[in-house]
């Protein structure tokens, strides 16, 4: 085999490798983007967690309210009718704030997989570049062999 081939078939070899890097590097950037939005997602999420937990306060305050001028007017009625809802809004809020909780760890996970994802496509392209200069450098190598680039 001439050098001339050889040369031919390093090219053709780290052309295929370079599309193979550039795909990559796609693949994370588009990786990237996708965990971003998804805790952009939940940070939304959380927010809205916690306008909810802020309204839990006064909904406790006024069915407090309720249940202490229940006993004032001797209304047993309305006094049981008011621990039941304050044991719903128990029960609603510990469901909050595990969601809470569960939204934040999500966040940590998102964050971490979007960091992941970024390292890896920094690192894929810097591997790009550096076999594009590869590249450049065979090309350079196969012309002053007297090989004409077109015929690639």
Same mark, same amino acid.
């Given at each position: 085999?001439?050098?001339?081939?050889?040369?031919?078939?390093?090219? &053709?070899?780290?052309?295929?490798?370079?599309?193979?890097?550039?795909?990559?590097?796609?693949?994370?950037?588009?990786?990237?983007?996708?965990?971003?939005?998804?805790?952009?997602?939940?940070?939304? /999420?959380?927010?809205?967690?916690?306008?909810?937990?802020?309204?839990?306060?006064?909904?406790?305050?006024?069915?407090?309210? /309720?249940?202490?001028?229940?006993?004032?007017?001797?209304?047993?009625?309305?006094?049981?009718?008011?621990?039941?809802?304050?044991?719903?809004?128990?029960?609603?809020?510990?469901?909050?704030?595990?969601?809470?909780? &569960?939204?934040?760890?999500?966040?940590?996970?998102?964050?971490?997989?979007?960091?992941?994802?970024?390292?890896?496509?920094?690192?894929?392209?810097?591997?790009?570049?550096?076999?594009?200069?590869?590249?450049?450098?065979?090309?350079?190598?196969?012309?002053?062999?007297?090989?004409?680039?077109?015929?690639?």
């Amino acid at each position: 085999m001439s050098g001339l081939e050889e040369s031919r078939e390093q090219i &053709a070899k780290t052309e295929r490798q370079l599309m193979l890097l550039e795909s990559q590097v796609a693949h994370y950037r588009s990786l990237t983007h996708q965990v971003t939005t998804l805790a952009s997602k939940i940070n939304d /999420r959380i927010l809205d967690l916690g306008t909810l937990l802020e309204g839990f306060d006064s909904e406790h305050r006024r069915v407090q309210e /309720r249940i202490l001028s229940c006993v004032e007017n001797e209304d047993d009625d309305g006094v049981l009718a008011g621990k039941d809802l304050l044991v719903k809004l128990a029960s609603d809020l510990q469901m909050l704030v595990d969601s809470q909780i &569960a939204m934040n760890e999500m966040r940590e996970v998102a964050a971490q997989a979007a960091g992941s994802a970024e390292r890896k496509g920094a690192e894929a392209s810097k591997a790009f570049w550096k076999l594009f200069g590869d590249l450049r450098a065979l090309r350079v190598q196969y012309t002053l062999m007297g090989g004409n680039l077109d015929e690639l």
